[in-house]
């Protein structure tokens, strides 16, 4: 999966067509049940990992990240992804940066994708 | 199909869901690997399609279960995991995985791994009915098309277990054609498969439905009679001993009658009486012979 087309765009736009084309035919497909289920679930999984890092990373932390780059993926948000899997393997000493300097990178790109996400959704 | 879809992230179940109905197949959902597991037992889905990594029993654990508990049928097993999962694949696909997608799902390759989940699916499907074909010709007798003795053994264990389980009292009837190599000395051996052909359609006809009719060797048939006491077993075999004679095959050689007779030796199972069925055989073997001895065409029960 590309980053998103442009270095600035945090949703991979090609996955947010795949959605709409998927489920009903009403021009929308999926993408807002898929959207919603995701920013449904996204303050329990922001608390999780912040409670991960907070108490050291080990399993938790990786068990964490792993659910959230799943979901991430799966709304094409590429850059959160990228980020949870850096986090995720960052317990095995893998990559530079620790897990709070990525925690914090984390959730600046977690706010960015939230917003975008919530402007790809048709006005209610 | 019936396409089994696990994911424990609900946006990932609700895509491949609609990816999975958008080709036609039928999809229902779990959260997590042991609601997968109940469901699979009931609805027996022809394709599994699990995330890799789940809390609890993960698509590894789900597909090892699901093969160990195959038996005839065949559920093809796809993976779906992270680009970055490559040794977590082989273990999954070493447990029982036929392939892997990675994540996030896309429709394109979830359709290219279905057409092979629908071909791996045909063969079995196939094979499953060849086999049963192939098990039901093989325990079958070409010439009278009654049971042979390849299942005798299975069958009567098992009607044995049961009875002594439940109590019940079952008999066995072994019944020979008097006189036969005679017959088939004055008559040829196709006059003599003929016979064999009419009196093992009699025993069939007459018996009921619970009953199972053996040809259990040359001119010889085993009748088992579950849930049968002796005295309802000897009114049974005289009615067929009966029939025989009243099928009114000409035989010159075989007796006052002037025609083909069966003789009829009976063994009962009484519940407690402890005897095993290869016994209760040779019981009835042995009842079989005091009806020749006693001049055919008789009913004799084991003592």
Same mark, same amino acid.
């Given at each position: 999966?590309?980053?998103s087309?442009?270095?600035?765009?945090?949703?991979?736009?090609?996955?947010?067509?795949?959605?709409?084309?998927?489920?009903?035919?009403?021009?929308?497909?999926?993408?807002?049940?898929?959207?919603?289920?995701f920013?449904d679930?996204?303050?329990?999984?922001r608390?999780a990992?912040?409670?991960?890092v907070r108490n050291?990373?080990?399993?938790?932390?990786a068990e964490a990240?792993?659910?959230l780059?799943?979901?991430?993926?799966?709304?094409?948000a590429?850059?959160?992804?990228?980020?949870?899997?850096?986090?995720?393997a960052?317990?095995h000493?893998?990559?530079?940066?620790?897990?709070p %300097?990525?925690?914090?990178?984390?959730? #600046?790109?977690? =706010?960015?994708?939230?917003?975008a996400?919530s402007?790809s $959704?048709?006005?209610? | 199909?019936?396409?089994l879809?696990? =994911?424990?992230d *609900? +946006?990932?179940?609700?895509?491949a869901?609609?990816?999975?109905?958008?080709?036609?197949?039928?999809?229902? $959902?779990?959260?997590?690997?042991?609601?997968a !597991?109940?469901?699979?037992?009931? !609805?027996?889905? %022809?394709?599994?399609?699990?995330?890799?990594?789940?809390p609890?029993?993960?698509?590894?654990?789900?597909?090892?279960?699901?093969?160990?508990?195959?038996?005839?049928?065949? #559920?093809?097993?796809? *993976?779906l995991?992270?680009?970055? @999962?490559?040794?977590?694949?082989l273990?999954?696909?070493?447990?029982?995985?036929?392939?892997? *997608?990675?994540?996030?799902?896309?429709?394109?390759?979830?359709?290219?791994?279905?057409?092979?989940?629908? &071909?791996?699916?045909?063969?079995?499907?196939?094979?499953? &009915?060849?086999?049963?074909?192939?098990?039901?010709q093989?325990?079958?007798?070409?010439?009278t098309?009654?049971?042979? &003795?390849?299942?005798?053994?299975?069958? $009567?264990?098992? *009607?044995?277990?049961?009875?002594?389980?439940?109590?019940r009292?079952?008999?066995?009837?072994?019944c020979?054609?008097?006189?036969?190599k005679?017959?088939?000395?004055?008559?040829?051996?196709?006059a003599g498969? @003929?016979?064999l052909?009419?009196?093992?359609?009699?025993?069939?006809?007459?018996?009921r439905d619970s009953?199972?009719?053996?040809?259990?060797?040359? %001119? @010889?048939? $085993?009748?088992?009679?579950? @849930?049968?006491?002796?005295?309802?077993?000897?009114?049974?075999?005289n009615r067929?001993?009966?029939?025989v004679? +009243?099928?009114? /095959?000409?035989h010159?050689?075989? +007796?006052?009658?002037?025609?083909?007779?069966m003789s009829?030796? /009976?063994? %009962?199972?009484?519940p407690?009486r402890?005897? #095993?069925?290869?016994?209760?055989?040779?019981e009835?073997?042995?009842?079989?012979?005091e009806?020749?001895?006693?001049?055919?065409?008789k009913?004799?029960?084991? #003592?």
């Amino acid at each position: 999966m590309p980053l998103s087309d442009h270095d600035d765009d945090p949703l991979d736009r090609q996955r947010l067509e795949f959605l709409r084309q998927l489920g009903p035919a009403d021009g929308w497909g999926l993408l807002p049940a898929v959207v919603n289920a995701f920013l449904d679930d996204l303050p329990v999984r922001r608390a999780a990992l912040r409670d991960a890092v907070r108490n050291g990373g080990g399993q938790p932390l990786a068990e964490a990240a792993h659910q959230l780059k799943g979901s991430a993926a799966n709304i094409g948000a590429s850059a959160v992804a990228e980020l949870c899997q850096q986090l995720e393997a960052s317990d095995h000493g893998a990559g530079e940066a620790t897990a709070p %300097e990525l925690l914090d990178r984390l959730e #600046t790109e977690l =706010d960015r994708a939230e917003h975008a996400l919530s402007a790809s $959704l048709p006005a209610s | 199909m019936r396409v089994l879809v696990v =994911d424990d992230d *609900l +946006g990932s179940r609700l895509v491949a869901q609609a990816a999975v109905q958008a080709l036609g197949h039928e999809c229902v $959902l779990a959260s997590d690997g042991q609601e997968a !597991w109940q469901l699979y037992l009931q !609805w027996q889905p %022809e394709v599994l399609l699990t995330d890799r990594t789940m809390p609890g029993m993960d698509g590894t654990q789900l597909c090892r279960a699901v093969r160990d508990v195959e038996n005839g049928s065949y #559920t093809y097993a796809i *993976l779906l995991s992270g680009r970055d @999962e490559q040794a977590d694949v082989l273990s999954g696909m070493e447990s029982g995985a036929d392939t892997y *997608l990675t994540k996030p799902l896309d429709a394109f390759a979830l359709q290219a791994a279905l057409l092979a989940a629908a &071909r791996v699916s045909r063969l079995h499907e196939e094979l499953n &009915r060849a086999r049963a074909e192939l098990m039901a010709q093989a325990h079958t007798d070409p010439l009278t098309l009654l049971r042979n &003795r390849l299942g005798l053994a299975d069958y $009567l264990e098992a *009607l044995h277990s049961t009875s002594q389980r439940y109590g019940r009292s079952y008999c066995l009837a072994l019944c020979d054609i008097d006189l036969f190599k005679s017959y088939n000395d004055t008559y040829g051996h196709q006059a003599g498969d @003929e016979a064999l052909r009419t009196v093992g359609a009699t025993l069939a006809s007459l018996v009921r439905d619970s009953d199972q009719v053996y040809r259990y060797g040359g %001119e @010889e048939f $085993l009748i088992a009679l579950p @849930e049968q006491e002796q005295g309802g077993a000897v009114q049974a075999l005289n009615r067929i001993r009966k029939a025989v004679q +009243g099928l009114r /095959i000409a035989h010159r050689e075989g +007796g006052p009658s002037g025609y083909l007779t069966m003789s009829i030796g /009976i063994s %009962e199972f009484v519940p407690m009486r402890s005897i #095993t069925s290869a016994k209760l055989l040779a019981e009835a073997d042995l009842a079989l012979y005091e009806a020749k001895a006693a001049g055919r065409n008789k009913v004799i029960c084991a #003592t």
